[in-house]
C-alpha cells in the first residue's frame, strides 16, 4: 500500500494567515493526489484534484502544488469558514489511501 | 448533482454481517467506480473498496476477506456488506463517487454518512 503522510498533525492559525500544508506519499505517485476538507459531523469535500485543479466551487485562496512524492495544500488568506481538518489522498493506484488529517484550528 | 444516501442499520452485534446500501439519485451509477470509505470517531478515513457498474470490484486487502459490494443498476443503487464484525468495524460509514481519470479520480460527491455501532 501507498503510505500518505501530511504535516503537520495540527496546526493553529489566524484570520487572514496563509498557511501550508504538505503531504508525502511512500513512493511516486505522479499527479494523482487529492485534498479534501472535512467539518465536524460531515462528509468530506473535494478541494483540489489532480494535485492542482480546484474543484468547482472552491474558493481560490486554496491552491495545490506538488508532482511525484512531495505535495502541498496552501490556503492563502485564512477565512473563519476554513478552519477544519484536511486530507490528503492518492488515486494512483488502489487500495486508495489518505493521509492521517491536518486539524487546522483558530490560534 | 448527483446526491448519494446511505441507509442500513445503525446497531450490530459482534459476529454479524453489515449490508448498507448507497442510494444515487441526479445521475446514473453507469460509467463510474463508487466506493465505501469509513471513519472511526475522531479518527481518520479508510477506503474500504469499490465497484464499477459493471460488477468489476476492487477491495482493501485489509478487509478483503470480509467484504463484498455489489450493483444494482436498475434501482441505481449499490451496497456494501462487512461480515464477522468486531468493535474496531464501528464507524460512520461512507459511500462516495470517483470522478474520472481526467478529474483526478478523487472522490467528489460523498453521501452524509451512517454511523453503525457494534455492540452486544
Known amino acids: 500500500d501507498i503510505q500518505m ?5 495540527s496546526l493553529s492559525a489566524s484570520v487572514g494567515d496563509r498557511v501550508t500544508i504538505i503531504c508525502r506519499a511512500s513512493q511516486n505517485i505522479t499527479d494523482y ?3 479534501y476538507q472535512q467539518k465536524p ?6 478541494l483540489i484534484y489532480a494535485a492542482s485543479n480546484l474543484q468547482s466551487g472552491v474558493p481560490s485562496r486554496f491552491s495545490g502544488r506538488g508532482s511525484g512524492t512531495d505535495f502541498t495544500l496552501t490556503i492563502s488568506s485564512l477565512q473563519p469558514e476554513d478552519f477544519a481538518t484536511y486530507y490528503c489522498q492518492q488515486s494512483y493506484t488502489t487500495p486508495r489511501t489518505f ?5 487546522l484550528e483558530i490560534k | 448533482q448527483v446526491q448519494l444516501q446511505e441507509s442500513g442499520p ?3 452485534k459482534p459476529s454479524e454481517t453489515l449490508s448498507l446500501i448507497c442510494t444515487v439519485s441526479g445521475g446514473s451509477v453507469s460509467g463510474y467506480y463508487w466506493s465505501w470509505i469509513r471513519q472511526p470517531a475522531g479518527k481518520g478515513l479508510e477506503w474500504i473498496g469499490r465497484l464499477y457498474a459493471s460488477g468489476t470490484t476492487n477491495y482493501n486487502p485489509s478487509l478483503k476477506s470480509r467484504v463484498t459490494m455489489s450493483v444494482d443498476s436498475s434501482n441505481n443503487q449499490f451496497s456494501l456488506n462487512l461480515s464477522s464484525l468486531t468493535a474496531a468495524d464501528t464507524a460512520v460509514y461512507y459511500c462516495a463517487r470517483e470522478a474520472t481519470a481526467t478529474e483526478g479520480r478523487c472522490f467528489d460527491s460523498w453521501g452524509q454518512g451512517t454511523l453503525v455501532t457494534v455492540s452486544s
Open chain 1, 33 to 35: 493526489l487529492n485534498w
Open chain 1, 99 to 103: 493521509g492521517q488529517g491536518t486539524n
Open chain 1, 41 to 46: 459531523g460531515k462528509a468530506p469535500k473535494a
Open chain 2, 10 to 12: 445503525g446497531l450490530m
Open chain 1, 5 to 9: 503522510t501530511q504535516s503537520p498533525s
